[in-house]
């Protein structure tokens, strides 16, 4: 299975703050990289697909790059619903894995 | 707006089977792929397995033995199977549309709600 890493595994920021997740796997995975947005209590939604795609709807501050085996998501400007946290998930392979999250609190 | 809601037993007993249905609204179930996924705090998200509409289907290895994953079109809906359930499968499940256009972009783009399911005697 790829295992995907991503760090830090928490963080605290303000709103208007700048942040950056990593999510490395275990092998390469070519660009098959997501990451989705779970508030508590919700489902995870997707933000951005194949490492760079804004899904449909999602507000621009959000970007992703990256290849191989080394991702980043970044948001520009945090916004008070963006304290949530942060899940990469890889469909290079099966079984199709997810890292264990990046929690994003207030400051 | 096409939704997706998870229904089923909150509570199963040790070595039973877990079932859960999962019905597809406003919107077609043909022509996507379905997922199950699950979450628990120890493991973290986990996805278990898809369907296709057609009827084809693969799963996580690590539950392949136990698991079963079926359709019926005709209601729009999608159903897990998972036999001789431990404690280790509670879990909040998740089902999702696995949407893939055929040249390389695969996601989970709509998700139900998640049900919790605790296994317990």
């Known amino acids: 299975d790829v295992r995907l890493t991503q760090s830090p595994s928490s963080l605290s920021a303000s709103v208007g703050d700048r942040i950056t997740i990593t999510c490395r796997a275990s092998r390469t995975i070519g660009s098959d990289l997501n990451w989705y947005r779970q508030k508590p209590g919700k489902a995870p939604n997707l933000l951005i697909y194949t490492t760079s795609t804004l899904q449909s709807g999602v507000p621009s501050r959000f970007s992703g790059s990256g290849s191989g085996t080394d991702f980043t998501l970044t948001i520009s400007s945090l916004q008070p619903e963006d304290f949530a946290t942060y899940y990469c998930?890889?469909?290079?392979?099966?079984?199709?894995?997810f890292g264990r999250g990046t929690k994003v609190e207030v400051k | 707006q096409v939704q997706l809601q998870e229904s089923g037993p909150g509570l199963v007993k040790p070595s039973e089977t877990l079932s859960l249905t999962c019905t597809v609204s406003?919107?077609?179930?043909?022509?996507?792929?379905w997922s199950w996924i699950r979450q628990t705090p120890e493991k973290g998200l986990e996805w278990i397995g898809y369907i296709y509409y057609s009827g084809s289907s693969d799963s996580n290895p690590s539950l392949k033995t136990r698991l079963t994953i079926s359709l019926d079109t005709s209601k729009s809906q999608f159903f897990l199977n998972l036999r001789s359930v431990t404690a280790a499968d509670t879990a909040v499940y998740f089902c999702?549309?696995?949407?893939?256009?055929?040249?390389?972009?695969?996601?989970?783009?709509?998700w139900g709600r998640g049900t919790l399911v605790t296994v317990s005697s």
């Open positions: 406003g919107g077609s179930i043909s022509s996507h792929y």
């Open positions: 999702a549309r696995f949407y893939y256009d055929g040249y390389g972009q695969r996601y989970f783009d709509l």
């Open positions: 998930q890889q469909t290079y392979s099966l079984p199709w894995t």
